[in-house]
């Protein structure tokens, strides 16, 4: 698998098909890399961003504004099952390496362009980011307090949901296609693309009822006492997800306030009202107080965890998903359990920049006279 993509979105893409066993070759930009490289914390001179992204990929430099380095392209994609870029619309092929030509010489390769706006539409050479990717498919507009500005999520979910799980779907959806037709497909990865498909039940109840989603105003954004965070004693927070009855009146009667048990999704005046008693109930102990509380009680309370404590917490150790590389955490470790599979066994180090240039240019005929001559005309 070739990848030509940079920073957030295409990295993931490519860190979740590597971790199912892909061999995910970075195609990087010489002298400049991903730019992922440079982003700090630095630890020891390397982005502890490309430690965590990158990591079991084999990275090679080859400059495509070169009409040899063009070629080169040409030769590895002529034997790649996948290739991934996030160049905005057009950049490829305005370089001889789009689609069309690099499918008439591998007619089974599946290639997956990552963009924010699609290859198609008004908006397709528009530049952006997740912020712009969410404001655009209207998931801020839905994130924050009632009656308050729109808050920016703390982690890139157009970048991550909608650029590289979407098309890491995609890129996984042509090649069981090309098991029954032999031929590749065009993957047209768009993040605010993703941002929409992921509104579903709030897109949904407005075509069914021509009400517009407000932020904190929602089923499961703030409407009802029984779905929401609160404040514990030590200024730490506690999530309540007490949906159901069942799990209502185990919170209710866990708390001491069993008569609110009848007024779960009473209207909203009443929700303000007890959410406030539900909130100096918990004002009365400490966030871990009340875990241990609720530790057999049946009634989906959980902690607001910080990173610190998530990627310490004793579950996520056990499932592995913190990924330790020759002894030294860099990141979170494989999501997706395989039965029979060994992803996470052994996870190999982010690979320094251009470190797998000969290894791989070697499997398409450059010798290391001629590669030594690339280099010097800056093609490599």
Known sequence: MLDLTRLLPGGYCTLLLSDLGADVIKVEEPGRGDYIRWTPPLVDGESAAHRALNRGKRSITLNLKDAEGGALLRRLAA??????????????????????????ENPGLVYC????????????????????????????SMTGAREGPPVVPG?????????????????????????????????????????????SIH?????????????GAEPLSGAYACYRVYRAKDGRYVTVGALEPQFWRA????????????????????????????????EERTRDEWMEVF?????????????AEALSDPHVRQRGMLAEVEGVAVGPGPA???????????????????????????TVGVEASELEELRARGVV
Not at 251 to 275: I, K, N, W, Y
Not at 295 to 307: E, L, M, Q, T, W
Request: hydrophobic share 40%.
């Open 79 to 104: 034997r790649a099952q996948v290739l991934v870029e996030s160049f905005r619309p057009g950049v490829m092929d305005r370089l001889g390496v789009g689609y069309e030509a690099l499918a008439a």
């Open 113 to 140: 362009a990552i963009s924010g706006y699609g290859q198609t539409g008004p908006y397709r050479d528009l530049v952006g980011h997740d912020i712009n990717y969410m404001g655009y498919g209207g998931a801020l």
């Open 155 to 199: 982690v890139q979910v157009g970048d991550l949901g909608g650029g590289g799980m979407l098309g890491a779907i995609g890129i996984l959806a042509a090649l069981v296609d090309r098991r029954a037709s032999g031929r590749g497909r065009f993957v047209d990865a768009a993040m605010l693309d993703g941002i929409v498909s992921w509104l």
């Open 203 to 215: 897109a949904g109840a407005f075509l069914a009822t021509g009400e517009t989603p407000r932020p």
């Open 251 to 282: 919170l209710c009667d866990t708390l001491g306030c069993p008569e609110l048990v009848d007024e779960q999704f009473g209207p909203p005046s009443r929700q303000d009202e007890m959410a406030g008693r539900l909130q100096s109930l918990f």
């Open 295 to 307: 530790r057999d009680v049946p009634a989906c309370v959980g902690p607001v965890n910080n990173v």
């Open 336 to 362: 997706l359990k395989l039965s029979g599979s060994s992803a996470g066994s052994s996870l190999r180090p982010a690979p320094g920049f251009g470190e797998h240039t000969a290894e791989v240019l070697a």
